[in-house]
């Protein structure tokens, strides 16, 4: 059995299909652009089934929660256009996992980001550590709490 924590952790990330959808569509669009329509990744999903195979409406019920039962053919289309696991819309802990993984990357597409990573990379394990708790430091100066990975133990 799974301890209530495990369990707490669990319930907080349990999201239904429209909020999971909803987060692709907003995670995965490049910054400064306007997300796809929704006629837009049906178009794209149909050019790579060679068949339609989704409209843009069923999308959208989908992503609206009007629909909530999809076939897993739309599943596994829906994952292919977004890059992501189809047991993204089924499973909480890949979900949470996938999620981790476009937070990070999100985050990398900032140049800056980007920059600091890169610059640090070469940095022995003690200096790394050492930015580390800087910018644990400045997290806590802007109010933003705990730095997520350091909450899961990685360091």
Known sequence: MSSAAERGASDEVSRTLAQKLEHLFVTTTPNGQKAPSHEDVATAIN???????????????????????????????????????PAY??????????????????ALKENDVRTIALRAHELSTSSRQTLAGVVSHLRKLEGLGED???????A
């Open 47 to 85: 050019i790579a089934a060679g068949e339609r195979a989704i409209s843009g409406t069923y999308i959208w019920q989908l992503r609206t929660g009007r629909k909530t039962n999809p076939t897993k053919k739309h599943l596994e289309a829906l994952a292919r256009y977004f890059g992501v696991s």
């Open 89 to 106: 819309f089924l499973d909480d802990a890949e979900t949470q996992r996938i999620d981790e993984q476009l937070a990070l990357l999100q």
């Open 148 to 154: 997520p990975d350091l909450q899961n133990g990685d």
